[in-house]
């Protein structure tokens, strides 16, 4: 199905802490021989990354980071989790990739209500929101991802100076996104220049398998990116 | 038959018992059994659907007018109907769900299910003069409708704002003194979960550099405990993550104010020191309920926890639903709870409230023999909790003042839905 209810009790999986989560098994390739433990966090999440397009693009262009895909509805999941595995295989022989695609992967959940859950506090440098759903009816507005206090769920875990990007071809959702991100004291808008100048914002554009649709379609693509400014 | 009392509060002084019974609210003076005052709630319980109707017939003859204007054809314009609910749908009641004091008990704060508003009674209008005890008497001062149905009431540490919890998961922060009604659609939440808001209370830190910082701490249905700096709401401080079921009571103790108590669904009653820096260093004790609840109850649900103190005794009692007693466990200074005793009652209990010289901890039961309250007081050498002769009478005396009287116990309102919070699998 191509939506997921964001209130709905789903049977879902999720650690009961950020510090409970067992990242290991999620970055094999991260892993240090000695200690068992990874040496780092992940620092890229892409919310609601749908096929894993843009995880797999970002991946290569941010060899040393690590990215979480998130994504809600549980054959979605599979399937990137397919992908990961697969881009992983083609490449273990390889000296030169050893690590291709190991910093990389996905988890199913409900970032809306357990994104605390995974991560800790200001441990993310961007956060991704790539063609979120647009809940078009007014009744259903509390649904879409981007609202005043789950802007500040966000601003909790992306450290001062990370990043929020936004993508959608639906103009009433952006200008929604635009509004709600005004609003928020916690957020300032990146200009046009910087936008020109970000290889994420370009990666965004032509990486996901929704945005390649919109440009076969010939539809226009929105794009807002903030940053995360200091606590008062 | 008396019905019986839904939610009961007390005053510092344990001197007024603040009740909701039904849509009434009721005070009685605690060394009397005397009611004071009454306030009746008689709004129509289908006032929303009511609203709802005249705003659709409005639109509906704005369109006609406008086809007239257009073209002199017919409509076929009907009136809305009020929806009617099917068989087996849900009762819709009309109740005070909530009863609150402001901190200076110069407010109380209800909420109502009939049109999802809160209720502000100012309890000593006109009578600030100390020379006189006046008795509390409810004088509505403000009834704040809401987009969805508040379920928690708190006021911050100077009792300047309300801050309201709705079952949609959004808080609000309203001027407790101002009169003035916001049109529900022009409220803004301050923070917000999405998940039902189960409690809410105000903390106090004093940790950093001796500034008393406030924060707005509230509970969820997904195990979720938030710390929020008050008033600047957009910045979350912390979660407090141990819960593996929901969460419906938070507790703050009067003489420690960086110690949060926190029960819910799970078998566990939670102490943390909740100002601390990092939301991993903040869990203090867990201690296991289970093996004190009645065998009859399968599931713990806690509904309320509230901590007392008399002396060096430090208490917590824990309610749990539809259970014959209540859990009295000993707080220690360091967070530690140990086991104290139960009191056992012939009843389940629906509520419990006390005051802060510990003479009064009152229990207000379900049952149809009129004996709706039990008071108890600790004993100041050893800790213990009694029952005196002249408690009985006081007790009697309350129940037989109370102005609600039903037929049977089947028109007694609903008294038990926290277990309602429990997740139910979607497949």
């Keep these: ?232 | 038959m008396k019905h019986p009392f839904q939610i009961i509060v007390t005053d510092k002084k344990g001197e007024y018992l603040f009740t909701s019974v039904k849509n009434h609210i009721q005070i009685f003076k605690t060394c009397t059994g005397e009611l004071v005052s009454t306030w009746t709630d008689d709004v129509d319980v289908d006032i929303t659907l009511k609203q709802q109707q005249a705003e659709k017939i409005k639109q509906l003859e704005l369109e006609q007018q406008q086809k007239e204007i257009e073209e002199t054809h017919e409509g076929g314009n009907k009136i809305p109907k009020i929806p009617v609910p099917g068989a087996g749908a849900p009762t819709v009641y009309n109740y005070i769900r909530t009863l609150k004091l402001s901190r200076n008990e110069q407010y109380l704060i209800g909420t109502t299910d009939s049109d999802k508003a809160i209720v502000v009674f100012s309890l000593f209008d006109g009578s600030s003069g100390d020379d006189q005890r006046v008795p509390p008497a409810l004088k509505l001062i403000k009834r704040q409708p809401f987009p969805k149905r508040p379920c928690t009431i708190s006021t911050n540490y100077n009792d300047e704002f309300i801050i309201v919890g709705d079952k949609f998961g959004d808080a609000y922060s309203l001027p407790i003194a101002s009169q003035e009604i916001i049109p529900t659609k022009d409220l803004v939440p301050i923070l917000g979960h999405v998940s039902m808001l189960t409690d809410a209370v105000i903390g106090i830190s004093t940790r950093e550099g001796g500034n008393q910082k406030e924060f707005i701490i509230t509970a969820d249905r997904d195990e979720h405990i938030r710390v929020t700096n008050f008033p600047l709401s957009y910045v979350i401080d912390k979660w407090l993550f141990d819960h593996e079921e929901f969460v419906s009571s938070l507790c703050i103790p009067w003489w420690k104010p960086d110690l949060l108590i926190s029960g819910g669904g799970d078998e566990y009653i939670r102490s943390w020191d909740w100002s601390k820096e990092t939301s991993n260093d903040c869990l203090l004790f867990r201690f296991d309920i289970k093996e004190y609840i009645s065998k009859d109850t399968e599931l713990v649900n806690v509904v309320k926890i509230i901590a007392l103190k008399k002396n060096d005794f430090a208490k917590l009692c824990v309610l749990t639903e539809k259970n014959h007693s209540l859990l009295i466990l000993n707080l220690e200074e360091s967070g530690k709870i140990v086991f104290d005793q139960l009191l056992e009652t012939d009843n389940s209990i629906v509520d419990i409230t006390s005051d802060l010289t510990g003479d009064h901890l009152i229990l207000s039961f379900d049952n149809d023999n009129n004996k709706l309250l039990k008071f108890f007081k600790i004993n100041a050498q050893t800790g213990q909790f009694s029952n005196t002769e002249a408690d009985a009478n006081l007790q009697d005396s309350i129940s037989q003042n109370s102005i609600c009287d039903v037929d049977t116990t089947k028109a007694f309102y609903p008294l038990y839905h926290i277990s309602q919070l429990r997740k139910r699998g979607e497949h």
């Excluded at chain 1, 068992?36 to 991946?59: M, Q, R, Y």
Aim: hydrophobic residues 35%; glycine residues 6%.
């Design chain 1, 1 to 232: 199905r191509a939506h997921s209810n964001p209130f709905s009790d789903h049977q879902l999986e999720y650690p009961k802490s950020p510090y409970a989560m067992d990242w290991e098994s999620f970055y094999p390739g991260f892993v240090n021989q000695e200690t068992g433990k990874l040496n780092k966090k992940v620092e890229i999440a892409d919310i609601g990354c749908g096929f894993g397009g843009l995880l797999i693009d970002l991946s290569p262009a941010f060899p040393e980071t690590l990215i979480l895909g998130m994504e809600i509805r549980v054959q979605v999941t599979n399937y990137v989790e397919d992908r990961i595995i697969a881009l992983r295989q083609q490449h273990i022989n390889n000296k030169d990739f050893f690590k291709k695609y190991q910093n990389i992967n996905v988890i199913r959940g409900n970032a809306m209500k357990f994104l605390p859950n995974f991560f800790q506090k200001s441990q993310l440098s961007k956060i991704f929101f790539c063609f979120p759903d647009p809940h078009f009816k007014n009744r259903k507005h509390k649904a879409r991802i981007i609202t005043n206090s789950l802007l500040s769920e966000y601003a909790y875990v992306l450290k001062e100076g990370g990043i929020i990007y936004t993508i959608t071809d639906v103009l009433d959702l952006h200008e929604w996104m635009v509004k709600h991100l005004e609003e928020h004291p916690l957020f300032e808008r990146l200009d046009k220049n910087w936008e020109s100048q970000d290889e994420c914002v370009k990666i965004m554009l032509n990486s996901t398998e929704e945005g390649k649709k919109v440009t076969r379609n010939n539809g226009s693509k929105f794009v807002a990116c903030y940053k995360r400014l200091n606590n008062p």
